[in-house]
């Protein structure tokens, strides 16, 4: 059983940045972030294999987005940069501790998630 918890989100003005950490309580491999807003569909955001040799994006993060990882402290950070209203939502943490053949992008891929972080983007 791993245990994530995120944290970091906020409210702030468009344009402006956030930083969100998601702490694991064991050992994981690839780390996700997924977001969803009430009315909408869940949203991919950003995969981070262990390694962090392999990331990917949700196809609206056009480079805004970072995703880095420090295995020491079990922890996955999304540095969220250029905020706009849209990106509004709750940021779930996602971490797979077995390989399966799910994409990056599925979230049936990841047995553990965190409860989420509000975040909140003002125009």
């Known amino acids: 059983q791993v245990h994530l918890e995120e944290s970091g989100g906020g409210t702030v003005q468009a344009g402006g940045s956030l930083r969100l950490s998601c702490a694991a309580s064991?050992?994981?491999?690839?780390m996700a972030w997924f977001r969803h807003t009430p009315g909408k569909q869940r949203e991919f955001v950003a995969f981070?294999?262990?390694?962090?040799?392999?990331?990917y994006y949700g196809f609206f993060v056009k480079g805004r987005f970072t995703i880095s990882r420090d295995n020491a402290k079990n922890t996955v950070f999304l540095q969220m940069n250029n905020l706009e209203p849209d990106d509004t939502s709750v940021y779930y943490c996602?971490?797979?501790?077995?390989?399966?053949?799910?994409?990056?992008?599925?979230?049936?891929?990841?047995?553990?998630w965190g409860r989420g972080t509000q975040v909140t983007v003002s125009s």
């Open positions: 996602a971490a797979e501790v077995s390989n399966n053949r799910a994409q990056y992008y599925n979230a049936l891929r990841y047995e553990y």
């Open positions: 064991g050992y994981t491999l690839g």
């Open positions: 981070s294999s262990r390694s962090g040799n392999s990331v």
